[in-house]
């Protein structure tokens, strides 16, 4: 079946601008998480919902950083006024279980760059 | 809070076995996953361990010894498709909170 699917893979934007990324996690999970990986490091946890409601945002870097599940499938994580150092790869991923110890399964990750 | 180390990287010849550690310090702790991470691609899961011992599937291992703070990975037979990241991640409250990954290179 279908994987995780993110869109755009790639991103390039001009500093100040706003960006939404999306993802779709597989059929049925109910837990969808964001990451940032920057090059040569693990995964960076940003956030995570469980259905519709958002159960940890602790990640995120600060109040430009949003995200939402409205109907507990795909999900949009937005970054407004972006800066050069929002930079990174972020990745999605998705869980069968409400946040429990179930297998996350990661998307292909979109790609921003802030020029 | 959470601190994972692991090493950098690692090289292993073809068909030798290598072992990757990872120690964690946290305040609180629900299990211990490893992850698969080709260059350019997306993780994929290994193994988890929850309870202390060694959990085996086909050529890849992990271990878990909660009391030290310590877990490893153990790959035997290495395969020139085994040059990947291995990153090692502990699980905390819904989320999982990843080391830096150990780069592995296989040489032939």
């Known amino acids: 079946g279908a994987g995780v699917s993110q869109s755009p893979r790639y991103k390039v934007t001009k500093r100040g601008q706003d960006v939404a990324l999306r993802c779709d996690p597989i059929?049925?999970?109910?837990?969808l998480y964001w990451y940032r990986q920057a090059l040569g490091q693990g995964p960076e946890f940003l956030t995570y919902?469980?259905?519709?409601?958002?159960?940890?945002k602790s990640g995120l870097p600060n109040d430009r950083f949003s995200a939402e599940r409205p109907e507990g499938s795909i999900s949009t994580l937005t970054i407004q006024r972006t800066e050069q150092r929002d930079s990174a790869m972020y990745r999605c991923?998705?869980?069968?279980?409400?946040?429990?110890?179930?297998?996350?399964?990661f998307g292909p990750g979109t790609r921003l760059t802030v020029l | 809070g959470q601190n994972i180390d692991q090493p950098t990287e690692m090289t292993a010849t073809e068909g030798a076995i290598v072992q990757i550690n990872c120690t964690y310090q946290?305040?609180?702790?629900?299990?211990l996953f490893w992850y698969q991470q080709h260059a350019g691609e997306a993780p994929t899961f290994l193994s988890y361990?929850?309870?202390?011992g060694l959990e085996e599937k086909g050529r890849f291992s992990s271990f878990l010894s909660r009391s030290k703070g310590y877990s490893y990975l153990l790959l035997k037979e290495l395969q020139m498709k085994d040059s990947a990241s291995y990153l090692c991640?502990?699980?905390?409250?819904?989320?999982?909170?990843f080391g830096q990954g150990t780069e592995l290179s296989v040489k032939p």
């Open positions: 991923a998705s869980s069968l279980g409400q946040g429990g110890t179930d297998t996350q399964y």
């Open positions: 361990n929850v309870l202390d």
């Open positions: 946290t305040s609180g702790f629900n299990g």
């Open positions: 059929s049925g999970h109910v837990s």
């Open positions: 919902f469980n259905y519709e409601a958002q159960q940890d």
């Open positions: 991640a502990t699980y905390q409250g819904g989320k999982l909170i």
